[in-house]
């Protein structure tokens, strides 16, 4: 959608909530240029997760195991 300034002027609210309903961008037209209000498209944080490699062990191989040489203290 395209309109003027001054019809942005006189439905600045309706628009902006258009904008954000429709996710469509919405074009200004002054002095012969566009200027657009466009939406933010955030990125789902559920689509930054990265698989794990899961390793497993049996009982034993996990009580048996020797931690010092990779324990660091937070000191």
């Not at 300034?5 to 996710?23: F, H, W």
Request: charged share 30%.
């Amino acid at each position: 959608m395209t309109v003027t300034p001054s019809k942005l002027r006189e439905n600045l609210y309706k628009l902006l909530d258009t904008v954000i309903q429709t996710k469509e961008p919405l074009e200004v037209k002054r002095h012969g240029q566009i200027l657009m209000i466009i939406p933010e498209h955030k990125k789902s944080k559920l689509k930054a997760i990265q698989p794990k490699k899961i390793t497993t062990c049996s009982d034993d191989e996990l009580i048996n195991t020797s931690w010092e040489s990779e324990w660091k203290p937070f000191i």
